[in-house]
């Protein structure tokens, strides 16, 4: 397996896995609609502008083996005043998901956002019915810091919880 930064031609490959995650784990948070119809060229046209037009602060890595993309990750370095960087999306294929590749994403995103902002932490939403999700970031260092809400694109308002690695707890630097 290998990581390396996003291309503009992996905008598809992203929004697909983006997508397809979504309907797989957000199918009790928003509606089925959105999710079937609205959701794939959404996240296409969204990828394709991240990806064209990047933010300064905007970090896009990949984990893809023999050619076939199997993840992603997306953060923003120094996004959030409080809690430091953000970790706006890690995906993997469930197909491939339990072996290494989130916590690979994750280290790679982390070490990235402490290069750019080497005083801040890390810190993501997490939907508040994504047990596993929660379980795979408590694993890594992260701690529940707080609840909110996420206002979903369809609309919903979705409970999430902010979780937080702070400075001297991120991924990075414990396999560093």
């Known amino acids: 397996m290998k990581i390396r930064a996003a291309l503009a031609s992996d905008a598809q490959n992203i929004a697909d896995i983006h997508t397809t995650s979504w309907r797989e784990t957000y199918h009790n948070a928003l509606t089925a609609q959105y999710l079937a119809d609205i959701a794939p060229k959404e996240r296409n046209d969204i990828w394709t502008s991240r990806l064209n037009s990047p933010k300064p602060n905007q970090y896009v ?71 596993n999700a929660q379980e795979f970031y408590k694993s890594l260092g992260a701690h529940n810091a707080q609840e909110s809400v996420w206002n979903a694109p369809d609309g919903s308002a979705v409970p999430t919880y902010w979780f937080v690695w702070d400075r001297g707890a991120l991924p990075c630097n414990k396999d560093s």
């Open 61 to 131: 890595a990949i984990a893809e083996q023999d050619g076939e993309l199997l993840g992603f990750a997306c953060a923003y370095a120094g996004e959030n005043p409080e809690w430091g960087s953000y970790l706006d999306n890690l995906h993997v294929r469930k197909t491939h998901q339990g072996n290494g590749i989130g916590k690979a994403l994750l280290i790679e995103i982390s070490r990235w956002c402490q290069q750019q902002e080497p005083s801040s932490g890390l810190c993501l939403l997490v939907n508040q019915n994504n047990v």
